[in-house]
């Protein structure tokens, strides 16, 4: 696609494009690389619309991968031999080089190696100190990852609190926010715990709030003020970083002024592609220091023995290794480095940043352009902002025929796919956005309950019964994205379903939800 419309081109819509957005010349150097480390695309003609789901591994990472295993001996890192050892230290550099992408201090973060964002909600989850008072505050807006922790909270007596989706653009509003952090008035003696003069370091804490820097539904950008916003109020907080983190950075120094989660959650295959199975926890040590396991396994303990009661005992590690279950995917993890390393050669995520904002940008304009003939109405309702102020990448729609009603994600995926275009469709694991976008209430939610009751636990044709639209389809930019990309998308959305009437038949089953 580059050699049709990179952001040299001459032709009249990449003047358009160049007019409107200037600062996506700065940017060439990823045509240039969509040309050759990202060359499979242009090979087999696909367009690739879906960095959210996961990023694309450039050639030479993978090339990287090949030949570090080509060249050395690595074996399981729990032992002091030559290729124990220098598996551990290639696993020990990347944690390294993880603190320093952030900015953090070893001295106050650690790297917790995970298969991925939700392994790491999960061991926070599962091990964070739950009690009858305390509380989980979610944002509506969250990856189930995330809204599956209100399961351990309830198994530990805790109660969870949602934050609303509200407005147009989908997004949350900070008053909200700082009302459910607050809920009700806390007695003296819990406040003063909160505030880190009782109990220990920093006090008992009111509960755990987790949220997405970014969401993965629309592409809302959540204020990184409100970790601040929330530790002040008691709060240990988890910071969802996944779909944030291929086009932005997240600084963690203590001389940023910026913000200092207590747990970060990271997928790294989402931010250039390979590995896929290694993601982290990232946490602040004082925090770690209040989880406590429940259980544990090879790798996370000093010492066990197989007694019982008092003679079944276990010293667990330190650190991070006493979260690290079993042996890590020691294979892998250094990719991660690699990884790193190409984003720093390509300009850093800055670079990238400015390459897909100008391209959302543009993929807006042109959606909410698209009309249907004989003055017909618009061809597509987007969920969530309409520019590119406080969103990242994301662009989640639907596409209305020419009365007006959603043509089913489901026969959109399909003829999709079937034109070389891979996209997102469905409801992304975010049903709380899901919900706000496509004005699923509580009542209607009542509605497919008792007609799911009355179909014998038939939640298909339950849905289809009620004639409900509960998916979406969902684009999203990075870094191998070009100007055609975009404007495959736009012609192919035209010229399929400009002027057509939507039809419920034939459909496949629904997706994951």
Known sequence: MQSKESCTDQSPRAKEFLDRYPEYASTTLLDDLRATEYSFLDENNHIYLDYTGAGLAAHSQHEAHRQRLRHGAFGNPHSVNPTSQATTDLVEETR???LRYFSASADEYTVIFTPNATGAARLVGESYPWRRGARLVLTADNHNSLNGLREFAR????RTVYVPV???????WEADVVAALEGSRCSPADWLAAKGFAGGARGRRRGLFAYPAQSNFTGVRHPLSWVGLAQDRGYDVLLDAAAYLPTATLDLSSSSGGPRPDFVTVSWYKVFGAPTGVGCLVARREALARLRRPWFAGGTVRAATTGSGRRAWHVPEDGAAAFEDGTVDFLSIPDVAVG???VARVGGPDVVATRVRCLTGWLLDELRALRHGDGGGGMVVVYGPVGVWGRGGTVCFNVLDRDGVVFDERLVAAESSAAGISLRT??????GAGAAALGITPAVLDRVGRARAESNGDLEG???GLGLTIGAIRVSLGIASVLADVEALVAFVEATYRDR???TKNLPPRGKC
């Open 155 to 158: 198994r530990g007596n805790s």
């Open 462 to 464: 339950a849905l289809d």
């Open 501 to 503: 009437v939507a039809t």
């Open 96 to 98: 390294s080089r993880i």
């Open 166 to 172: 509200d407005g147009d653009e989908l997004r949350t």
């Open 340 to 342: 790193l390393d190409w």
């Open 426 to 431: 469905g409801c992304f694991c975010n049903p």
